[in-house]
């Protein structure tokens, strides 16, 4: 069975693909061409996948309002002074969102005038 791996270098996002079964075999041309850079698409993708995995995991415990778009929203709200940071950035502040960060962040929104619809 193998594994993928998402590795960053010079800001560009690099996906590498291990087969665990045969850990000593010579790489094929084809596995070779899956070591690639992920593209816009795909990071957005991943992104959206992973601010949804967010939203499911507050569900489970009692914040079924939360939408996938809404951590998002969350999350980039402090992108828009210094511009978006390196991909395992991004990753590590949607997989480090807690509960009470999203909803200091909503509580803000709604005195500021930002209000969700």
């Not at 010579?26 to 959206?48: C, G």
């Not at 601010?51 to 569900?59: G, N, R, V, Y």
């Not at 402090?78 to 590590?92: A, Q, R």
């Not at 969102?97 to 999203?102: G, M, P, S």
Request: aromatic share 6%.
């Amino acid at each position: 069975m193998g594994t993928t791996h998402i590795h960053q270098q010079g800001g560009k996002a690099k996906v590498e693909e291990h087969n665990e079964e045969l850990p000593n075999q010579q790489i094929s041309v084809k596995e070779a061409e899956t070591d690639r850079e992920l593209n816009d698409h795909e990071m957005n993708e991943t992104i959206e996948q992973l601010c949804q995995s967010k939203a499911e995991e507050f569900h489970l415990i009692g914040y079924t309002q939360v939408s996938g778009a809404d951590v998002w929203e969350c999350v980039s709200d402090k992108y828009h002074k210094k511009g978006t940071p390196p991909l395992y950035e991004v990753v590590n502040d949607i997989l480090s969102l807690k509960v009470t960060q999203f909803m200091n962040f909503i509580t803000l929104s709604m005195y500021r005038g930002e209000i969700r619809k």
